[in-house]
């Protein structure tokens, strides 16, 4: 089982907060009247619906990347969190920057250091595979020769 970093643990945090929130009151935005901030989420996402399907997905996938070592699986989910807190991002920036602007670009910016990570580790992994193989099969002519 691998370690969630900090940055994976705070998208859940982000993610579980919006949908349990909205769970819990499912027509929050409406009963906020016409608040630019849930105007933006409301014209983003398309309803406070998507918005709890969008967070749940994301906690899913963040938990099932606990136990999926792949770093395919686990830049995609990435990828996927990368869009999930730009989308809400973008409605904090354009209405109502707050603390909660800020810890979405800190998400924004662990999340894009995240993918480098994953990359950079599936590099020296390819790599390191080939380099064995190179070594291997150099003892192998090595072997041949005597």
């Known amino acids: 089982m ?4 900090f940055h994976e643990a705070a ?5 579980f907060i919006t949908a349990i929130t909205l769970i819990i009151s499912p027509d929050m935005f409406d009963s906020r009247g016409d608040l630019d901030i849930y105007t933006s989420y409301k ?12 967070s ?3 906690l899913v996938l963040y938990f099932t990347m606990l136990f999926i070592e792949w770093d395919l699986y686990r830049f995609i989910v990435n990828l996927y969190g990368f869009v ?3 989308c809400n991002a973008a409605t904090f920036l354009t209405n109502y920057p707050t603390v ?8 924004v910016i662990g999340t894009v250091i995240n ?3 994953i990359i ?5 992994k390819r790599k390191l595979k080939q380099q064995r193989r190179a070594i291997k099969h150099f003892e192998q002519m090595k072997e041949e020769t005597h």
């Open 84 to 86: 999930y807190i730009v």
């Open 120 to 124: 950079t580790v599936s590099e020296e």
């Open 11 to 15: 998208m859940s945090l982000f993610a």
């Open 115 to 117: 993918m480098y990570k």
């Open 56 to 58: 749940v997905i994301v």
């Open 2 to 5: 691998k370690r969630p970093n």
């Open 100 to 107: 909660g602007l800020a810890y979405a670009l800190i998400l």
């Open 43 to 54: 014209q983003l996402f398309g309803s406070e619906e998507n918005v709890v399907i969008a």
